[in-house]
T-cell receptor
């Protein structure tokens, strides 16, 4: 497929469990973004990569959240010791070059922490 | 306070009718303003992108307008279809050093047959 893909699509975790969310951006896209979308809200910025460099992680809500993109393509968002307030949809988006170009979103991973 | 406010929060219309969604923002200065359509369970899809110097942008039955003086944008949907049922999100991208987009909460549109 030519679009952004994310896996898993759904994840149920027990409170305190670690989770890893994967994003496969469109091939060749330089910029990659992670967003958190709570129910009934708009997405909120978490972090931004340009190739393998994490240029901005100011939106990560706590040090339990960690993101990486080691080879400049696939990215993983890891949440340690999940809490109930982490329940949300986690969206990944990529753009071809510049960070202000059109972003193409994946379908998201819906995380539910019990 | 959210820097991007959308109204109405939800809207129900009959198939074939037109509707207009509103977006007021305080993000300034800004680089561009975007409207996205988000179907339930899917990621947002870009409908229009307007720079601060543009007043209107069309994409099929979708027409977005922008008034940078009053910091208002609208999305007009013509001859609505059942497939238009979705959430419509207004996004403002700041200019200058920051590029972090500010998203509105969206307007939930339901089109009834």
């Amino acid at each position: 497929g030519a679009g952004v893909s994310q896996s898993p699509r759904y994840k149920v975790a027990k409170r305190g469990q670690d989770v890893a969310l994967r994003c496969d951006p469109i091939s060749g896209h330089v910029s990659l973004f992670w967003y958190q979308q709570a129910l009934g809200q708009g997405p909120e910025f978490l972090t931004y990569f340009q190739n393998e460099a994490q240029l901005d992680k100011s939106g990560l809500p706590s040090d339990r959240f960690f993101a990486e993109r080691p080879e400049g393509s696939v990215s993983t968002l890891k949440i340690q010791r999940t809490q109930q307030e982490d329940s949300a949809v986690y969206l990944c988006a990529s753009s071809l070059h510049h960070k202000q170009e059109t972003q193409y979103f994946g379908p998201g991973t819906r995380l539910l922490v019990l | 306070k959210n820097q991007v406010e959308q109204s109405p929060q939800s809207l129900i219309i009959l198939e074939g009718k037109n509707c207009t969604l509103q977006c007021n923002y305080t993000v300034s200065p800004f680089s561009n303003l975007r409207w996205y359509k988000q179907d339930t369970g899917r990621g947002p899809v870009s409908l229009t992108i307007m720079t601060f110097s543009e007043n209107t942008k069309s994409n099929g039955r979708y027409t977005a307008t922008l008034d940078a003086d009053t910091k208002q944008s609208s999305l007009h949907i013509t001859a609505s279809q059942l497939s238009d049922s979705a959430s419509y999100i207004c996004v403002v991208i700041p200019s200058g050093g920051s590029y972090i987009p500010t998203f509105g909460r969206g307007t939930s549109l339901i089109v009834h047959p």
